[in-house]
Structure formats: C-alpha cells, structure tokens
T-cell receptor, first 112, second 116 residues
Framework: DGGITQSPKYLFRKEGQNVTLSCEQN?????MYWYRQDPGQGLRLIYY???????QKGDIAEGYSVSREKKESFPLTVTSAQKNPTAFYLC???????????FGPGTRLTVT | GENVEQHPSTLSVQEGDSAVIKCTYS??????FPWYKQELGKRPQLIID?????GEKKDQRIAVTLNKTAKHFSLHITETQPEDSAVYFC???????????????FGQGTILTVHP
C-alpha cells in the first residue's frame, strides 16, 4: 500500500473557500491522476498528467485546478467554482498510461 | 469519448458459487482493460487486467475475458469466499494516436456480496 500518499484523510471547508488536496508518490511514476468518487457513480477522472509541467483535463475538470511542478507531486485545488465539491477524492499514479494505476488512500472532503 | 457500462450493479452469491460481472465499452480503440476491487473505506486495488491482444487471462480464482468484436469484457470469480465481498470496477483505456497519452474510464461498479 505504500508509495503514494494523500493528505489529509478528512477535510472540512466552508462554502466559497478554495482547498488544496495533496498527492505525493515515491514510485518514480511518470503519470498521475485525480479521480472523484461519489456513491453509486464509480470513479470519474478530473485531471491527469503524463509528465512534469504538463496535464490534461479529464471528464469533470470544471471547478478544479492542478499543477505538476515535480514528478513526485500532483496537488489538486478544489475552487469555489465547483458546484458540489463534497466527495471522496482519489489520487493515482502509473509508470506509463497503459500500466497499472496505484491509488492513494483518498481524501474525504466535506464542504458546508 | 469512451463510455463504459457495468452490470449488474449488485450481485449476491453463496460462498463457493461463481460470480460474473460484465462490462461493455464504446470506443473500439480502447486497448487496456483493468479490474479493480475496492473494500469498504479503502483504496481501489488492481486484481487483474487484460490487453487487447489477448482474449482471456487467468489468475487463480479470477479470470477476465475480452471480446473485441462485441466490445465487452467480463470478470469471472470462481469458488467465491466471503472476503471477495467488495465493490468491483471495470475500466477501459484508450491511448491517443501513437502517443502515451490516454485516460481510464471506469464503470459504475458492482457491489458483490458473498454469503457464508
């Protein structure tokens, strides 16, 4: 289970505030991903990055932003523009695109 | 873009029975199909995957079959045990034209319950 970490495990924010979720990996993986998981809806891709300083929008990128300044790190900012931010957020990494994705333990964000 | 449909949404079996979960995908260019198991409150973990150049892959009690013509793939679990109870997700990935870019699209998940 080691190798990819997310912090914090639980996060509470007031509506209108931006919040940044951390994701770090020491697997030397090129690709990193952010997913959102809601009950009964599976995992939906928010953003992904193949290399440093490059990232692509996923299926539900609106209201989110990312950066990839270091290979090991891929933080996700949930902005106030995200209409329904309360969810379970999972970060993942893989050696390359067509290889197994390893998931972090997730961050449960609650916005009230 | 890719669309992955997964059925059934819930599956209940008796210990020792087999369980089958099916997924269909829309993009004929998809070429990698992993299956993930997620236990309650934990992260998804890969249990088996298959690439488009093979039709079947087995790993002990777990097998995956792929029908590229029909664009569907299935997970088969034999001799189920209570510890197999979890949510299972299928996924498909398409890499863009000759590059390593691509994204994974997940099915909606199947809640498998194995009764002792």
């Amino acid at each position: 289970d080691g190798g990819i970490t997310q912090s914090p495990k639980y996060l509470f924010r007031k509506e209108g505030q931006n919040v940044t979720l951390s994701c770090e990996q020491n697997l030397n993986h090129d690709a990193m991903y952010w997913y959102r998981q809601d009950p009964g809806q599976g995992l939906r891709l928010i953003y992904y990055s193949q290399i440093v300083n490059d990232f692509q929008k996923g299926d539900i990128a609106e209201g989110y932003s990312v950066s990839r300044e270091k290979k090991e790190s891929f933080p996700l900012t949930v902005t106030s523009a995200q209409k329904n931010p309360t969810a379970f957020y999972l970060c993942a990494s893989s050696r390359r695109v067509l290889y197994e994705q390893y998931f972090g333990p997730g961050t449960r964000l609650t916005v009230t | 873009g890719e669309n992955v449909e997964q059925h059934p949404s819930t599956l209940s079996v008796q210990e020792g029975d087999s369980a089958v979960i099916k997924c269909t995908y829309s993009d004929s260019a998809s070429n990698y199909f992993p299956w993930y198991k997620q236990e309650l409150g934990k992260r998804p973990q890969l249990i088996i995957d298959i690439r488009s150049n093979v039709g079947e892959k087995k790993d002990q009690r777990i097998a995956v079959t792929l029908n590229k013509t029909a664009k569907h793939f299935s997970l088969h679990i034999t001799e189920t045990q209570p510890e197999d109870s979890a949510v299972y997700f299928c996924a498909a990935i398409t890499s863009s034209c000759g590059t390593s870019y691509g994204k994974l699209t997940f099915g909606q998940g199947t809640i498998l319950t194995v009764h002792p």
